[in-house]
């Protein structure tokens, strides 16, 4: 009966251990990722200054130079160049970065 119950005490153990090291994971990949509601945010502003963008980094490598933010929706973003009024319809997520860097 004793070794039932020290097994069961490990076996719980074991288990708050593993819920421990996944919460301690999802901690960090949340810290590690920008927020997409702060980047649809500065979206946002960025429409209403109406000022170009100097370089908007998207997930698959692709750049968009000198585009200004038209549109925001819930998860998508259309930015038309001004040169020649080509406009990209663009995933939220799929913007890794923007701005000068």
Same mark, same amino acid.
């Given at each position: 009966?004793?070794?039932?119950?020290?097994?069961d @005490?490990?076996?719980?153990?074991? !288990?708050?251990?593993? *819920?421990?090291l996944? =919460?301690?994971? =999802?901690? @960090?990949?949340?810290?590690?990722?920008?927020?997409?509601?702060?980047l649809?945010?500065?979206? &946002?502003?960025?429409?209403?200054?109406? &000022?170009?963008?100097?370089?908007?980094?998207? *997930?698959?490598? !692709?750049?968009?130079?000198?585009? *200004?933010?038209?549109?925001? +929706?819930?998860?998508?973003?259309?930015?038309?160049?001004p040169?020649?009024?080509? @406009? %990209?319809?663009?995933? +939220? %997520? %799929?913007?890794?970065?923007?701005?000068?860097?």
């Open positions: 009966m004793d070794l039932e119950k020290q097994v @005490r490990e076996e719980n153990q074991d !288990d708050l251990h593993f *819920i421990l996944l =919460l301690i994971l =999802l901690i @960090r990949q949340s810290s590690s990722e920008g927020n997409p509601s702060d649809r945010r500065q979206l &946002v502003f960025a429409k209403e200054l109406g &000022v170009p963008v100097s370089k908007v980094n998207l *997930i698959n490598g !692709d750049t968009l130079q000198n585009v *200004i933010v038209k549109e925001v +929706l819930t998860d998508l973003v259309i930015f038309q160049n040169l020649n009024n080509t @406009r %990209s319809h663009v995933s +939220l %997520s %799929s913007v890794v970065s923007w701005g000068a860097f």
